[in-house]
C-alpha cells in the first residue's frame, strides 16, 4: 500500500526504487544547499568586518585609494560661511583636480549643514565620514528588508552590506567623500514611516541638501500620502528661506543665477554619468541638453515606470514602487553619477528577496546588476576617454556607455510585464 502511495506521488514511468533515490538525492542536495547557506550566514559577521577593514586599507594604504574631493568641497565650501573665504558659490576646490576645479553645487542650505565640518581635522573627518557611509549603508539594506515585509535577518543585512561596499556606486562614494548614501537612507526611512511630518520632514530636509532626492514626491502623491507630499514641499522652502535669511545674496544667486546649470556641475559627456542626457550625448557627439532624443527617451523611461508601478500594485509594494521612481529620477535627471546609482542596492535586495524573486527574470535581472556593479562598466570605460571633457569617442564606447541606462530599461519593463498575481514557469 505504501509503495502504491509513493509510486501514485511520484510517477508510474519509473521504478518505485529508483524515483525514492531520485528524492533522496534531491533531499540530500537541498541539505547540503541549506547547510552551505548556514554556514555562510553564521560568518556573516567576521565577512563584513574583513570587508570594512579591506575597504579602510584600500582608502589608506593604496595609492589614490581615495581622494575625498566633494567632502574637501563640502568643507571648503561651508567654510566660506564664516565670512572671510569668499562667495559660496566662487569657491572652487582644484588641489586634486586640476583638469576641473570644483565649485560647490548643492544648494545653500546644505552649506548651513555641512558648516560643523570645517571645524574638525580633515583626517578625523574623512574617517568618520567612510564610518558614516557603512553604518547608513546597512541602514538602507536594513529598512529594504523591512519594507519588504516578512523576515528580515541582520545577518543577511551584514552579507548585503560587506558586499554592497564594492559595487560600483559606494566605491565612488567612498572616493569622493559623497553624502548620496545618506539620502537614500532619509527617503526609505520616509517611505518605511507611517508618520506623515517624519516622512515629510526626511524628504524636505534631503531635497535641501541635494535637489535629487524630491523626485521621491512622486512617490508619495502616486501612494496618496498627501500629508507626507504637502509637507515635504512645505519643508524644503522652509530650507530655501532660511539659506535666505543666513546667507542672503549667495542663496538668491543660486535659485535665480545657478539652479539648472549641468555645466557648472560637471563634464556631461563622461562615462560616469548614466543619464539619457549623458547617453545620448555620448552618441552624438555634444552637449545634447534636453532635445527630442533625450526627451523621447524620458517619455519611454516614463512610460515603462507607469506601467512597472501599476504591474506590481503601486505603492502596496513600498520598495519595489520607491525603487521604480527612483530610476525614473536617474535616467530624468542631466546628470546622475554613478554615485547618485546607490538606489541599485535596494534594487538587488527587491529583485532577489522580493515578491518576484522566485522568478527566473527577478533572478538574472538581480545577479545580472550585481556582476555590472562589481565590476563597475562606467568606470571601465572611463579608462578609454582621453578625458573627462571629450564627449565625442568611437561608436562602439559611445552605445557601451549606455549600460545602466539600457539595463534599466530592460528591468522596468520586465517588472512591467510580470503580473505579481501571476506565476512565471522556469
Known sequence: MVEFVIGQCLGRDAPAAGRIAKVVSVNTESATQLSATARLYRLAPVLLVFSIAARLAWTYFVPNGANFVDLHVYVGGAATLDGHAGALYDYVYADQTPD??????????????????????????????????????????????????GPAPRRVAMLWTAVGIWTEPLRSTFDYGQVNVVLVLAVLYAVYSNRWWLSGLLVGLAAGVKLTPAVSGLYFVGARRWGTAVFSAVVFFGTVAFSVLVIGDEA?????????????????????????????????????????AVLL????????????????????????????????????????WTHHW????????????????????????????LGLTLIGVPWLLSFAQPTIWVIGRPWYLAWAGLVYIVATLATLAWIATSRAGRTESG
Not at 570644483?102 to 583626517?123: C, D, I, Q, S
Not at 558614516?132 to 529598512?143: D, F, N, Q, T
Not at 545657478?258 to 560616469?272: E, H, Q
Not at 518576484?356 to 546588476?369: N, P, Q, T, V
Open 342 to 369: 546607490v538606489w541599485l542596492i535596494p534594487l538587488m535586495i527587491w529583485l532577489l528577496h522580493g515578491p518576484l524573486a522566485d522568478r527566473l527574470g527577478a533572478r538574472i535581472l538581480g545577479w545580472g546588476w
Open 297 to 336: 527617451g524620458i517619455a519611454v523611461t516614463a512610460v515603462l515606470a507607469v506601467l512597472a508601478w501599476r504591474a506590481i500594485g503601486g505603492s502596496a509594494d513600498r520598495l519595489g514602487a520607491i525603487v521604480i521612481v527612483s530610476l525614473f529620477g536617474l535616467l530624468l535627471s542631466p546628470i546622475s
Open 252 to 292: 538668491r544667486r543660486y535659485f535665480t543665477e545657478l539652479l539648472g546649470d549641468a555645466d557648472r556641475i560637471g563634464p556631461i559627456g563622461t562615462s560616469f554619468n548614466q543619464s539619457w542626457r549623458g547617453g545620448i550625448s555620448r552618441i552624438l557627439g555634444h552637449d545634447a541638453g534636453y532635445g527630442p
Open 100 to 149: 576641473f576645479p570644483l565649485p560647490f553645487t548643492y544648494p545653500p542650505f546644505a552649506a548651513v549643514v555641512f558648516y560643523p565640518l570645517h571645524l574638525l581635522p580633515f583626517g578625523l573627518l574623512a574617517f568618520c565620514w567612510q564610518i558614516g557611509i557603512i553604518a547608513a549603508l546597512y541602514g538602507v539594506v536594513r529598512i529594504s528588508q523591512l519594507l519588504l515585509g
